[in-house]
């Protein structure tokens, strides 16, 4: 989470991560042109902004005037604050009690969904003579993870005693969809939008004082209605988005370096367990990357890499550290050239479709680890 690495570490890294600075503000002005003034937009940075680095990001927040942050560790709230950011941050996730109270400090926004949670929360803020200002999740789309289940009367009645704590001041009402599907999203929208009225009715709410949130990138840019008075957007700040939407430019890209490249003869296996055997007399490219540092093994005879703009297959099993890729047909390649392993190089492209067929998850399963893992540079 520091403020990423200089390109002379780079150049002596095996594998590393490149943030785009100019592709995070372009979107943040897309989503902010789309939100046309009628939502707030809280850029959602959790998991050290999606791996690209909060240290990194932060700048770029600021400079676009956004006005909310979410986070999940108190770790990145410290980051985040020290940054200089003075907005809204709110927590996006249920903190340990222990977190909640290292986390007085940094002038959070917390999220509550129990009664048992909304009490001893209340008695941390007590005994620090403060008022904690929350955020109370609903489970209305069924996700069944952090939120208080109204479609239950003894639900409701929970959701009433949330906001009847002396030091707890009930800022925003949320949920959270569990499906990218249109029209699950508007039926988690209809019971959410069903549950805050009767809470805001007998609880004698004001609604004037509390944010309504609910919508996703997903929801966001797929489901207008769902924005409310505020959209919670993460990935599409780092141009992780549906196909259609190709106004959003990509963040990241992961890269590597060929070691050296060898001559084998026909008939020869490759990698652990031969899963591949040599077809013809070829030429391997060795490159300084593997599944530990999060290009996983399901690339294994499936996966292709960019090298001088050139698409080559991955061949053998992907080791702990090192990747074989057969450059035969490209007699340029050489040690020392730089390797794409996701994004774009001389016209050639890995694309999100493409990993996310190979790996069986969203791609925010993998860039989240190439960024832990790996040195980060912000390049633009």
Same mark, same amino acid.
């Given at each position: 989470?520091?403020?990423?690495?200089?390109?002379?570490?780079? +150049?002596?890294?095996?594998?590393?991560v490149e943030v785009s600075a100019s592709a995070l503000q372009h979107n943040i002005r897309t989503l902010q042109a789309e939100l046309a003034g009628k939502s707030k937009l809280c850029a959602v940075l959790k998991a050290?902004?999606?791996?690209?680095?909060?240290?990194?990001?932060?700048?770029?927040?600021?400079? +676009?005037?956004?006005?909310?942050?979410?986070?999940?560790?108190?770790?990145e709230a410290r980051v985040v604050r020290a940054s200089g950011f003075t907005g809204q941050l709110v927590r996006v996730r249920l903190a340990?009690?222990?977190?909640?109270?290292d986390g007085l400090q940094y002038d959070m926004e917390e999220l509550v969904g129990s009664a048992e949670f909304?009490? +001893?929360?209340d008695a941390i803020a007590a005994r620090h003579g403060k008022t904690l200002r929350i955020h109370m999740a609903l489970n209305s789309s069924g996700m069944s993870r952090n939120g208080v289940e109204m479609a239950t009367w003894s639900g409701?009645?929970?959701a009433l005693q949330i906001t009847d704590q002396k030091h707890l001041k009930l800022v925003a009402l949320m949920t959270h969809f569990a499906v990218e599907d249109k029209d699950d999203v508007r039926k988690g929208l209809a019971a959410f939008n069903e549950q805050t009225d009767w809470l805001i009715k007998h609880a004698k709410l004001d609604r004037s004082k509390l944010t309504l949130h609910a919508a996703n990138s997903f929801a966001t840019l797929e489901v207008p209605e769902a924005r409310l008075d505020m959209v919670r957007t993460g990935g599409a700040l780092f141009g992780d988005t549906v196909p259609a939407r190709t106004e959003y430019k990509r963040a990241m890209q992961f890269k590597s370096h060929v070691a050296a490249v060898h001559s084998y003869p026909a008939g020869n296996t490759v990698g652990y367990d031969r899963t591949f055997t040599l077809a013809r007399d070829s030429r391997l490219a060795n490159i300084t990357v593997g599944y530990s540092d999060g290009y996983r093994r399901?690339?294994?005879?499936?996966?292709?890499?960019?090298?001088?703009?050139?698409?080559?297959?991955?061949?053998?099993k992907v080791s702990m550290n090192t990747l074989m890729v057969d450059v035969t047909d490209f007699p340029d390649v050489k040690g020392g050239n730089e390797v794409v392993l996701f994004g774009k190089q001389a016209g050639g492209e890995i694309t999100q479709a493409e990993m996310e067929e190979i790996n069986g998850a969203l791609l925010a399963d993998l860039y989240t680890v190439w960024g832990s893992s790996n040195p980060k540079i912000l390049v633009d």
């Open positions: 989470m520091d403020n990423g690495t200089n390109a002379l570490t780079v +150049q002596n890294s095996n594998a590393w050290d902004a999606y791996g690209h680095g909060i240290g990194l990001v932060m700048p770029s927040i600021i400079a +676009q005037g956004v006005p909310c942050v979410a986070v999940a560790s108190n770790e340990s009690l222990s977190e909640l109270e909304a009490r +001893q929360a409701r009645g929970e399901v690339f294994t005879n499936k996966g292709h890499v960019l090298i001088n703009g050139h698409r080559v297959p991955v061949v053998g």
